[in-house]
């Protein structure tokens, strides 16, 4: 599974790490995109990996397309659909493989991520995927402008705060964020799924990836662990 994953997937040698505390902050943070029960191993790999990246540099993420701001024709229905007939997909037995792996890979946005973190397009074959996952679902619907993609939790989770779709009521559809020690902070997230609904007792009903062995599980999650919420702008 993708928490035995953590220190393998992008290859560090010491020339890399000469680059300094920002490429190696963002390549330990892609790996912070743990499954949900690796609370105790990636807790605090995630913090130290996600304070350093943000204090080295700030993850600047507005949508630039005017277009892209609005409501897309995608619906949250839609989107949910999509993810629960992945529910079963499992990675394999080195930890990846998956289609949203090898989908993210060779994406425009792979490029983008490499050169903001370091390491290699390759490497996420084999990456922790909740958020790869999240993100294969918004472009296999349509709605990659209002749910974003990205193979790092934290900054998947900056891209909904910097374009002020973010906040702590759980809707069907939108992209939440835990922190298994019941952080508030964007920095210390763990991992990420969509909300099915909010099942009024404390606890939310949800669709992830990377979890369980390493599969799209549907879940429950108590509230305690969340971070936050991202709203896509879908249609009505």
Not at 113 to 120: C, L, Q, Y
Not at 185 to 201: E, R
Request: glycine residues 12%.
């Amino acid at each position: 599974m993708a928490k035995h994953r953590l220190h393998r997937a992008f290859k560090l040698d010491l020339a890399k790490l000469a680059l300094g505390a920002t490429a190696v902050a963002g390549v330990l943070g892609t790996h912070a995109a743990v499954n949900a029960d690796t609370a105790s191993q990636a807790a605090a790999g995630t913090t130290a990996a996600g304070t350093a990246g943000t204090a080295a540099r700030p993850y600047v993420a507005k949508v630039s397309d005017e277009s892209a701001k609005g409501k897309v024709n995608v619906t949250a229905a839609q989107v949910l659909a999509t993810a629960k007939a992945q529910v079963g997909t499992t990675e394999d037995a080195n930890g990846g493989g998956t289609k949203f792996q090898k989908w993210y890979a060779s994406s425009q946005r792979a490029g983008e991520t490499v050169a903001r973190d370091g390491g290699n397009r390759q490497a996420y074959v084999n990456a922790a995927w909740c958020s790869m996952f999240v993100s294969w679902v918004g472009n296999q619907t349509g709605a990659t402008p209002q749910i974003g993609w990205d193979a790092y939790t934290v900054a998947h989770a900056k891209w909904f705060a910097a374009n002020d779709r973010w906040g702590t009521e759980a809707k069907p559809g939108a992209v939440v964020f835990f922190s298994w020690g019941g952080s508030k902070d964007l920095s210390a997230i763990q991992h990420v799924g969509f909300v099915v609904k909010n099942n009024g007792d404390g606890t939310i009903s949800t669709i992830e990836g990377n979890t369980g062995n390493g599969k799209v599980e549907e879940r429950v999650r108590p509230t305690s662990q969340v971070v936050g919420y991202g709203y896509p702008s879908y249609a009505a």
